[in-house]
């Protein structure tokens, strides 16, 4: 079960990557749009979709499936002094868990302004700050804690 979870929270990623990427690109092409919705509410939407599932999946692998994880709760103190174990006990979670906040904010703010505007520099200041939360969180190889681009 954490194999399958682990792979399809890895292929995911580049969903939720490239939707980040065009909403933020579709917010900042923005123009005055009538009332409705636009291409960046559109991306906007699959780049939340698709964070609100890796974060189910994420939270899975978190709290009950990842040996890493359950290691690093068995004692705390010693994972934050073990960068590797500190990774994904903290700063991956964290991060991850900031761009699902900033999109969903994004979103909300976005609706809620009252010229376009407004509106376009909140989804794209929204989305850029998610988008930047997740590459920064990803571990993309090479990296200390790396992990294939595409796993099967």
Same mark, same amino acid.
């Not at 682990?6 to 749009?33: D, Y």
């Not at 929204?126 to 571990?139: K, N, S, V």
């Given at each position: 079960?954490?194999?399958?979870?682990?792979?399809? %929270?890895? !292929?995911?990623? !580049?969903?939720? $990557?490239?939707?980040? $990427?065009?909403?933020?690109?579709? /917010?900042?092409?923005?123009?005055?749009?009538? +009332?409705?919705?636009?291409?960046?509410?559109? !991306?906007?939407?699959?780049?939340?979709? *698709?964070?609100?599932?890796?974060?189910?999946?994420?939270?899975?692998?978190?709290?009950?499936?990842?040996? $890493?994880?359950? *290691?690093? @709760?068995?004692? #705390?103190? &010693?994972?934050?002094?073990?960068?590797? /174990?500190? @990774?994904?006990?903290?700063? %991956? $979670?964290?991060?991850?868990? #900031? &761009?699902?906040?900033?999109? %969903?904010?994004?979103?909300?703010?976005? =609706?809620?302004?009252?010229?376009?505007? &407004?509106? =376009?520099? =909140?989804?794209?200041?929204? @989305?850029?700050? /998610?988008?930047? *939360?997740?590459?920064?969180?990803? +571990? !993309?190889?090479?990296?200390?804690?790396?992990?294939?681009? @595409?796993?099967?």
């Amino acid at each position: 079960m954490y194999e399958l979870v682990l792979i399809l %929270h890895s !292929w995911l990623r !580049w969903v939720a $990557i490239a939707g980040g $990427i065009a909403a933020t690109a579709a /917010a900042f092409t923005a123009r005055a749009e009538a +009332p409705g919705k636009s291409r960046a509410d559109t !991306w906007g939407l699959v780049f939340m979709i *698709a964070l609100d599932l890796q974060l189910l999946l994420g939270l899975l692998l978190y709290l009950g499936l990842s040996p $890493i994880t359950a *290691a690093a @709760f068995e004692d #705390f103190g &010693a994972a934050m002094r073990n960068p590797g /174990a500190r @990774f994904w006990a903290v700063e %991956h $979670i964290s991060l991850m868990m #900031f &761009a699902v906040v900033m999109a %969903h904010v994004g979103r909300v703010l976005g =609706r809620k302004a009252r010229t376009p505007g &407004a509106k =376009r520099m =909140r989804l794209l200041v929204c @989305f850029a700050l /998610a988008t930047a *939360a997740i590459l920064a969180g990803t +571990p !993309w190889p090479g990296t200390a804690n790396g992990r294939p681009l @595409f796993p099967l």
